[in-house]
């Protein structure tokens, strides 16, 4: 699947709705399902500021040629990631999952952990500084969920490196140019996440 390859300006917006289905009863009472597999998508207002003619040009060109209906990626602004050598546990020799976590910002502390999903290659997986082979000596989940063959031993530093990005199947249905003074424009866009 084609990535959209521009970056939007700073502002960008991001709107959550949820699909829900209400079954309405007597006396006010109603029930709320969520509407598909994937309830929550996202909708994002995006900004590309004072853009030099060329860039707003092949833009509106990558636009029309997915014409509101033939999706494509979209790197979510600011979630890019990397880590090299990020402990993700200790082995006891007993226990066989665990999850890889990373730092919610690169400069976070400690306890600010969230889950290490996201990456286009598999993270490098180190036991004891050992690189280990996936689907040999682990295996390993998109949500980060690794399963050891054998539990690491006691005292075992257990790390990885990676790197990724949130990255969302999406439609543009709407887009705007507005030539802002001499080969100086503005575009406005709004991408729709699809489901599935």
């Given at each position: 699947?084609?990535?959209?390859?521009?970056?939007?300006?700073?502002?960008a917006q991001l709107e959550s709705q949820p699909r829900v289905?209400?079954?309405?009863?007597?006396?006010?009472?109603?029930?709320?399902?969520?509407?598909?597999?994937?309830?929550?998508?996202?909708?994002?207002?995006?900004?590309?500021?004072?853009?030099?003619?060329?860039?707003?040009?092949?833009?509106?060109?990558?636009?029309?040629?997915?014409?509101?209906?033939?999706?494509?990626?979209?790197?979510?602004?600011?979630?890019?990631?990397?880590?090299?050598?990020?402990?993700?546990?200790?082995?006891?020799?007993?226990?066989?999952?665990?999850?890889?976590?990373?730092?919610?910002?690169?400069?976070?502390?400690?306890?600010?952990?969230?889950?290490?999903?996201?990456?286009?290659?598999?993270?490098?997986?180190?036991?004891?500084?050992?690189?280990?082979?996936?689907?040999?000596?682990?295996?390993?989940?998109?949500?980060?969920?690794?399963?050891?063959?054998?539990?690491?031993?006691?005292?075992?530093?257990?790390?990885?490196?990676?790197?990724?990005?949130?990255?969302?199947?999406?439609?543009?249905?709407?887009?705007?140019?507005?030539?802002?003074?001499?080969?100086?424009?503005?575009?406005?866009?709004?991408?729709?996440?699809?489901?599935?």
């Amino acid at each position: 699947m084609e990535r959209f390859p521009f970056t939007p300006s700073w502002g960008a917006q991001l709107e959550s709705q949820p699909r829900v289905r209400k079954a309405q009863f007597g006396e006010g009472y109603s029930q709320r399902s969520e509407d598909g597999a994937r309830g929550l998508l996202q909708r994002w207002s995006l900004q590309f500021t004072a853009r030099r003619k060329s860039e707003a040009d092949a833009l509106d060109a990558f636009l029309r040629a997915h014409r509101g209906v033939a999706a494509f990626e979209f790197v979510v602004p600011d979630s890019a990631w990397a880590v090299t050598g990020q402990v993700f546990g200790t082995g006891d020799g007993a226990r066989t999952q665990f999850l890889l976590q990373r730092p919610l910002a690169p400069d976070a502390t400690v306890g600010e952990l969230v889950p290490a999903v996201g990456w286009e290659v598999a993270p490098l997986v180190y036991r004891a500084g050992v690189l280990l082979a996936v689907g040999t000596d682990y295996a390993l989940a998109s949500s980060g969920l690794i399963t050891f063959v054998a539990a690491p031993p006691a005292g075992a530093q257990l790390t990885f490196s990676a790197a990724g990005a949130q990255v969302l199947r999406v439609v543009c249905e709407r887009w705007t140019s507005t030539l802002k003074g001499f080969n100086a424009y503005d575009v406005t866009a709004e991408f729709l996440e699809e489901a599935g």
